[in-house]
């Protein structure tokens, strides 16, 4: 009996003995997989478009010949017709629109044209010629008594070249002398013009930079010694002629003239071309 015992406790002792004692290993996975998608899209466009343009600012006279001859600035610098000149179509074939001459004698006068001088300008015009053969003047700001006190003049200055020209009377020059057109106060487009088409003619003068554009397009500039427009005389605005006894008389439509004591910026001259082929 006693050896029964004995067994019993090594049976027992076999069971718990560190040899015997069952390793427990207790495994946990954890799979934890946070994913966070937090895509936040902005789009934030703001585009601001200023087309306020101001074409009356600086305005010294305004022709677009609606149904007459007058100034529409608002400062009463009304041309008036001499010889026939007439209302015809314009760039739209609209009737009234456009001043017409004969290339006889026709052309408009503006008396008093001293508020029509600056020394900073721009004289911007759409002109549509039926003829080149002779010299013919588009507008001129002198005495059109005796071609004396030249301030600016757009001319077609040779027969049959088609060539236009821009010219800005010198100060130094005498009042009382006959200036026209010469290489020194003169840019001869390098573009010439046809007949039968409308051209929008730009011509710019500021600190003695002298530009001339024809649809937008620069055809020729200069760098004047004077940064002053001629200003002697009582001039007038003449347009469609010269003087009285050398007329060079113009053939064709002119329109939309304005003549401004400042320069105008590209989106100004963008917009006051008739037919917006600026090329711009
Ligand atoms: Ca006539
Ligand atoms: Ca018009």
Redesign the pocket.
């Known amino acids: 009996m006693r050896k029964l015992a004995v067994l019993l406790i090594l049976v027992i002792l076999s069971f718990i003995s560190p040899s015997c004692v069952k390793e427990v290993v207790k495994e946990v996975v954890v799979t934890d997989t946070l994913v966070v998608r937090d895509t936040l899209t902005i789009r934030d466009t703001l585009t601001v478009r200023d087309t306020v343009l101001d074409l009356t600012c600086g305005l010294l006279a305004y022709y677009p010949f609606n149904g007459n001859f007058k100034d529409e600035s608002g400062h009463g610098n009304d041309a008036v017709g001499r010889?026939?000149?007439f209302l015809t179509t314009d760039y739209k074939d609209e009737a009234n629109r456009s001043a017409g001459f004969?290339g006889?004698?026709?052309y408009l006068i503006v008396q008093n044209g001293k508020p029509l001088r600056s020394d900073t300008m721009t004289l911007s015009v759409h002109i549509y010629s039926d003829s080149w053969d002779l010299e013919r003047s588009i507008l001129a700001l002198h005495d059109f008594n005796d071609g004396s006190a030249f301030h600016y003049n757009l001319v077609q200055p040779f027969g049959g070249t088609q060539e236009l020209a821009f010219s800005i009377g010198d100060p130094a020059y005498p009042c009382t002398g006959l200036q026209h057109y010469n290489p020194s106060i003169s840019i001869i487009s390098t573009q010439k013009v046809t007949t039968g088409k409308w051209y929008h003619l730009l011509a710019t003068f500021a600190n003695g930079d002298q530009r001339f554009y024809i649809d937008g397009q620069l055809v020729g500039q200069k760098t004047q010694p004077y940064k002053a427009v001629r200003d002697c005389g009582n001039p007038s605005l003449i347009i469609g002629g010269w003087w009285q006894s050398s007329l060079f008389p113009f053939s064709g439509k002119i329109d939309e003239i304005r003549i401004y004591n400042r320069l105008l910026n590209k989106c100004e001259i963008n917009a006051i071309d008739l037919d917006g082929d600026t090329g711009s």
């Open positions: 010889n026939g000149v004969d006889l004698n026709d």
